[in-house]
């Protein structure tokens, strides 16, 4: 093609544009829409993707997690036997550590089961009390 070719199909498009302008318009319109469209989805799951990297990060990826009961989601009623395990104690959690030269440290949680205590210091009571304890190695 030539320079005049150019210009013949320049003139022709700009022609065409001018005569139908809705649908000109209206096509525009939907290109820019898409890739806005595009650009916010793109942005959305690049935070998302973010975050869940700082959550995993926040856990650490060398750390362990026991429980005595089942965690996560469930569905329906927990099997009776699971009730009956006994729970985690202190001694547990350092008989792991000295069972393995790959635990650098560990840490506990512990939690009061059960009815909810009522909460004494002093003369003052609290009866919807939590109570809950770590060790110093938890963080």
Same mark, same amino acid.
């Given at each position: 093609?030539?320079?005049?070719?150019?210009?013949?199909?320049?003139?022709?498009?700009?022609?065409?544009?001018? %005569?139908?302008?809705?649908?000109s318009?209206?096509?525009?319109?939907?290109?820019?829409?898409?890739?806005?469209?595009?650009i916010?989805?793109?942005?959305?799951?690049?935070?998302?993707?973010?975050?869940?990297?700082n959550?995993?990060?926040?856990?650490?990826t &060398?750390?362990?997690?026991?429980?005595? /009961?089942?965690?996560?989601?469930s569905?329906?009623?927990?099997d009776?036997?699971?009730?009956?395990?006994?729970?985690?104690?202190?001694?547990?959690?350092?008989?792991?550590? =000295?069972?393995? &030269?790959?635990?650098?440290?560990v840490?506990w949680?512990?939690?009061?089961?059960?009815?909810?205590?009522? /909460?004494k210091?002093?003369?003052?009571?609290?009866?919807?009390?939590?109570?809950r304890?770590?060790?110093? %190695?938890? =963080?």
């Amino acid at each position: 093609m030539n320079k005049n070719q150019y210009f013949e199909n320049i003139v022709m498009a700009m022609g065409t544009l001018r %005569s139908h302008k809705v649908r000109s318009l209206l096509t525009i319109l939907g290109v820019i829409i898409g890739v806005m469209t595009v650009i916010v989805i793109s942005s959305i799951l690049t935070g998302m993707r973010q975050n869940i990297i700082n959550l995993v990060e926040e856990f650490g990826t &060398d750390n362990i997690y026991a429980f005595h /009961l089942t965690t996560g989601p469930s569905f329906g009623h927990r099997d009776r036997s699971e009730f009956q395990r006994k729970p985690l104690r202190i001694e547990d959690a350092l008989a792991i550590k =000295a069972g393995s &030269d790959a635990v650098r440290d560990v840490g506990w949680e512990g939690f009061f089961f059960g009815r909810t205590p009522t /909460l004494k210091y002093g003369s003052e009571s609290y009866k919807q009390g939590r109570i809950r304890g770590v060790s110093p %190695s938890y =963080a």
